[in-house]
């Protein structure tokens, strides 16, 4: 996960500069512009957010930052054409509408602008010995339900530090709809993006060491995916 927040703002610094405007989608309290700020003189005039916790956006609009609350799900609320950069890192898998949201993300950059995803994958070889175990694989924290962490057919991938919120009414860490990297790559040429680059990060369960050789010769069943689309 590292490696993959590092690759994605390097993507993000190359929409930087005196003209920049980015979005940030699943702005939290707005902790990011923090990293954006430090490593690529972000001002803050250049940094919005959407957040749907009322909470934690106004938290981010308490440190002067410019933090929307809203929900990803229904669209964004801007003009055509707004923003140089979108960002959604960890994020598409937490929506019920993502195909929606990406069409949103389109009609919202400017010409040549670019959106930076960062998202897991579903199509990991994880995924699959899992199934062919007769298991239930989650590619997210937590399934729906407590009861099913207690159960030897589910396999939870999260630490132990994180607390289980699967049966809130709006739950932080459940995923919902997780693309394949080659659908979410066919997906954004579809809607009009006209450059698409993926990478992959995470082949389990290859040894560690393999993995950087690996991610790049099959990036397709990485399990966690940055996306790159110029508009």
Same mark, same amino acid.
């Not at 589910?154 to 709809?177: C, N, Y």
């Given at each position: 996960?590292?490696?993959?927040?590092?690759?994605?703002?390097?993507?993000? =610094?190359?929409?930087?500069?005196?003209?920049?405007?980015? $979005?940030?989608?699943?702005?939290? *309290?707005?902790?990011?512009?923090?990293?954006?700020? =430090?490593?690529?003189?972000?001002?803050?005039?250049?940094?919005?957010?959407?957040?749907?916790? !009322?909470?934690?956006?106004?938290?981010?609009?308490?440190?002067?930052?410019?933090?929307?609350?809203?929900?990803?799900?229904?669209?964004?609320?801007? *003009? *055509?054409?707004?923003?140089?950069?979108?960002?959604?890192?960890?994020?598409? =898998?937490?929506?019920?509408?993502?195909?929606?949201?990406?069409?949103?993300?389109?009609?919202?950059?400017?010409?040549?602008?670019?959106?930076?995803?960062?998202?897991?994958?579903?199509?990991?070889?994880?995924?699959?010995?899992?199934?062919?175990?007769?298991r239930m694989p989650s590619?997210?924290?937590?399934?729906?339900?407590?009861?099913?962490?207690?159960?030897?057919?589910?396999?939870?991938?999260?630490?132990?530090?994180?607390?289980?919120?699967?049966? *809130?009414?709006?739950?932080?860490?459940?995923?919902?709809?997780?693309?394949?990297?080659?659908?979410?790559?066919?997906?954004?040429?579809?809607?009009?993006?006209?450059?698409?680059?993926?990478?992959?990060?995470? $082949?389990?369960?290859?040894?560690v060491f393999m993995q950087?050789?690996?991610?790049?010769?099959?990036?397709?069943?990485?399990?966690?995916?940055?996306?790159? !689309?110029?508009?």
């Amino acid at each position: 996960m590292h490696r993959a927040y590092e690759a994605a703002y390097r993507q993000i =610094e190359a929409c930087s500069g005196p003209e920049a405007a980015i $979005l940030d989608c699943g702005a939290n *309290d707005g902790w990011a512009f923090d990293v954006l700020a =430090e490593r690529f003189g972000i001002k803050r005039a250049q940094y919005h957010g959407i957040e749907w916790n !009322a909470r934690c956006a106004e938290q981010g609009r308490a440190r002067g930052l410019d933090i929307a609350q809203g929900d990803l799900n229904q669209g964004i609320a801007w *003009d *055509d054409g707004s923003f140089s950069c979108i960002q959604a890192l960890s994020v598409l =898998e937490h929506l019920l509408n993502p195909c929606r949201f990406l069409k949103a993300c389109h009609r919202v950059l400017r010409p040549g602008g670019r959106l930076v995803l960062l998202t897991p994958n579903i199509s990991t070889y994880f995924t699959a010995v899992l199934i062919l175990l007769g298991r239930m694989p989650s590619s997210g924290p937590h399934p729906d339900s407590n009861e099913l962490l207690e159960r030897a057919e589910m396999f939870k991938v999260s630490g132990a530090d994180r607390q289980p919120d699967t049966e *809130d009414d709006t739950p932080m860490h459940r995923h919902l709809i997780v693309f394949s990297y080659r659908v979410l790559h066919d997906y954004l040429r579809a809607i009009g993006f006209s450059q698409v680059h993926g990478r992959g990060f995470g $082949l389990y369960p290859f040894p560690v060491f393999m993995q950087p050789v690996l991610e790049r010769l099959d990036p397709y069943h990485c399990h966690q995916m940055v996306f790159v !689309a110029k508009k």
